[in-house]
């Protein structure tokens, strides 16, 4: 499986960006992705996580209310819409995979995008 993201940028605080992950080299609804993010600081952590049907999701704490996961299988690709961002969202974001089955979206994703940088500034 093959994860390209996009869509990462500069954004003053309280601004949106939406985030874009497109798959390849294997059914997308076989999958269930997750988002995650990495400073130095934190290390990588997880910011949200969706099924492979899109009719559940997960949110880390630190983003609820503000980034919302959805994908379109018919276009292979997961988006992560970030609103009302703050600095200490700044990050290298990541998309991962994982088989679908039962669904756990913390566990251990097997295959990942090359991150995109997002830097909210003050």
């Known amino acids: 499986v093959q994860l390209q993201a996009s869509g990462g940028g500069w954004v003053q605080a309280g601004g949106s960006l939406r985030l874009s992950c497109a798959a390849s080299?294997?059914?997308?609804?076989?999958?269930?992705m997750g988002w995650f993010r990495q400073t130095p600081e934190t290390g990588r952590e997880i910011v949200a996580a969706?099924?492979?049907?899109?009719?559940?999701?997960y949110y880390a704490d630190s983003v609820k209310g503000r980034f919302t996961s959805s994908r379109d299988n018919a276009k292979s690709t997961v988006y992560l819409q970030m609103i009302s961002l703050k600095p200490e969202d700044t990050a290298v974001y990541y998309c991962?995979?994982?088989?679908?089955?039962?669904?756990?979206?913390?566990?251990?994703?097997?295959?990942w995008g090359q991150g995109t940088l997002v830097t909210v500034s003050s």
């Open positions: 969706i099924n492979w049907s899109g009719d559940t999701t």
């Open positions: 991962a995979a994982r088989a679908s089955g039962v669904y756990y979206p913390t566990g251990v994703y097997d295959y």
């Open positions: 080299g294997r059914t997308f609804s076989s999958l269930d």
